[in-house]
């Protein structure tokens, strides 16, 4: 044993390092199941707040709690004035955060997840296109005029923190392949309605403030490939960005994602330079003194910042923003949304009944027939362990909306429309979670232990 090692603490020694490198499946699952974990939390999180808004809705107090979102927040520099109520700022504010995140779990399938690999791209993708043709047919059929008809997008969407709090109940005995699918069916169906909210929900364009958009866009890609690794300036950039979008006429949620697949998904510095870099600290700490010394400071930050952009952008943002997103800003979207006045009269006005089938019956539809269709011919299989029974399980947590159908309402309907809207969605996302889990948990084996 070396004379160094005979006097040291067995508590101080490094841990062994793995015999074998992570392998490639690793390094692809360990991201996925860290984000099952904050959705299927933040699932329970946002189904809290649904519940007490709801509650406060249907209560004494309904008129003050109402009031509460209409508080106008005003933010003014110079003669320069944002004047929104409170709603509006969660809506097209703190919503475009959530877009930016979906944007950042889009490329974080295109780099590195399902969607890199065409060939299992056929079978999720297929199912989120039948999933949202089907819903919005049926809503139409029913809804053949204004006003009405103007709510054709909102059964189109899933919300993923709602399945996957649906798959978390059912545990181990839900097949690895079954989840991949669904979570890239809905990251998919979230594209489609980012592109249905960019292209049919953008007022008359002005062509100044979007110029000004264009700029930032420009201009955060020039940081980038300049070397600017500053957060806080990408956040003050952004905001411009997130501006200039809300003037422009497209609305600011499109931004946000269109930023979060602009993130880089490669760090900046690699495991070899990083390894050198710690190296080269460890010597530099180890030739000071335990007193202020301006050698140590500066080797343990540049330890740091070799630390910081080992991790690409891509994963510190969305690893960072997750719960935030999950625990914060949905649960504050539903409290401010979902908090609808429950009456039977209400769950029988034609917008509300218009929703509700297009959510309960239009997804598992969709999303099971054009699996059929791909399936049959031949340019897909289904998930490994997978049966049809449970694929219309899984078509049926498809039909919870929630979220994104909340927020597409807000987008195409006002007054008794949408508080229709809203009825219908609260009750079709309910309905598909009781069909959907009651079919998986039939059709799905138990497990041993």
């Known amino acids: 044993m070396p004379a160094g090692d005979a006097h040291r603490d067995p508590s101080e020694r490094p841990e062994a390092e793995p015999i074998w490198p992570d392998r490639p499946i690793d390094r692809l699952t360990r991201p996925l199941e860290r984000f099952m974990h904050v959705q299927a939390a933040g699932g329970l999180v946002l189904l809290a707040a649904t519940l007490l808004a709801l509650a406060a809705a249907n209560s004494p107090l309904?008129?003050?709690?109402?009031?509460?979102?209409?508080?106008?927040?005003?933010?003014?520099?110079?003669?320069?004035?944002?004047?929104?109520?409170?709603?509006?700022?969660?809506?097209?504010?703190?919503?475009?955060?959530?877009?930016?995140?979906?944007?950042?779990?889009?490329?974080?399938?295109?780099?590195?997840?399902?969607?890199?690999?065409?060939?299992?791209?056929?079978?999720?993708?297929?199912?989120?296109?039948?999933?949202?043709?089907a819903?919005?047919?049926?809503?139409?059929?029913?809804?053949?005029?204004?006003?009405?008809?103007?709510?054709?997008?909102?059964?189109?969407?899933?919300?993923?923190?709602?399945?996957?709090?649906c798959l978390a109940l059912l545990g181990a005995r839900v097949p690895a392949g079954l989840k991949i699918f669904l979570l890239s069916l809905a990251i998919i169906d979230d594209i489609l309605a980012v592109l249905v909210i960019a292209i049919f929900f953008t007022t008359a364009i002005e062509a100044t403030w979007l110029a000004g958009a264009a700029v930032g866009f420009g201009m955060t890609?020039?940081?980038?490939?300049?070397?600017?690794?500053?957060v806080t300036v990408y956040v003050l950039v952004g905001v411009g960005i997130w501006l200039c979008t809300l003037k422009s006429g497209v609305h600011p949620t499109v931004a946000g994602a269109l930023l979060g697949l602009l993130t880089p998904a490669s760090a900046w510095i690699g495991?070899?330079?990083?390894?050198?870099?710690?190296?080269?600290?460890?010597?530099?700490?180890?030739?000071?003194?335990?007193?202020?010394?301006?050698?140590?400071?500066?080797?343990?930050?540049?330890?740091?910042?070799?630390?910081?952009?080992?991790?690409?952008?891509?994963?510190?943002?969305?690893?960072?923003?997750?719960?935030?997103?999950?625990?914060?800003?949905?649960?504050?979207?539903?409290?401010?949304?979902?908090?609808?006045a429950v009456s039977l009269g209400g769950l029988a006005h034609p917008i509300a009944a218009a929703v509700a089938v297009g959510l309960v019956a239009g997804k598992p539809l969709g999303i099971v027939g054009a699996s059929w269709l791909v399936v049959r011919l031949g340019l897909a299989k289904l998930p490994e362990a997978t049966s049809w029974t449970a694929l219309v399980g899984a078509g049926c947590l498809g039909g919870i909306g929630f979220t994104m159908a909340l927020f597409i309402a807000s987008l195409s309907l006002t007054g008794a429309g949408l508080e229709a809207a809203k009825s219908g969605i609260l009750a079709g996302s309910a309905a598909s979670l009781v069909l959907g889990l009651g079919l998986l948990a039939r059709a799905l084996p138990r497990r041993a232990g």
């Open 62 to 133: 309904a008129a003050w709690y109402r009031g509460i979102w209409e508080q106008p927040l005003v933010v003014r520099l110079g003669d320069f004035e944002l004047a929104y109520p409170l709603w509006y700022w969660i809506n097209d504010g703190l919503m475009a955060i959530f877009f930016f995140v979906i944007g950042l779990e889009i490329k974080r399938e295109l780099v590195w997840g399902e969607l890199q690999d065409p060939r299992n791209v056929v079978l999720p993708a297929a199912a989120a296109a039948g999933g949202v043709l």
């Open 135 to 165: 819903p919005v047919t049926l809503y139409l059929l029913q809804q053949p005029a204004l006003p009405g008809r103007a709510g054709w997008a909102v059964p189109m969407a899933t919300d993923i923190a709602f399945v996957v709090g």
């Open 221 to 230: 890609g020039l940081l980038n490939r300049l070397g600017v690794r500053r």
């Open 271 to 340: 495991r070899e330079t990083l390894l050198e870099a710690m190296r080269r600290a460890v010597e530099r700490l180890r030739g000071t003194g335990t007193g202020p010394d301006a050698e140590r400071r500066e080797a343990a930050e540049d330890l740091a910042f070799a630390a910081t952009e080992s991790v690409s952008p891509l994963e510190r943002l969305e690893h960072g923003l997750h719960p935030w997103v999950g625990f914060a800003i949905m649960p504050l979207f539903a409290l401010a949304n979902a908090g609808v």
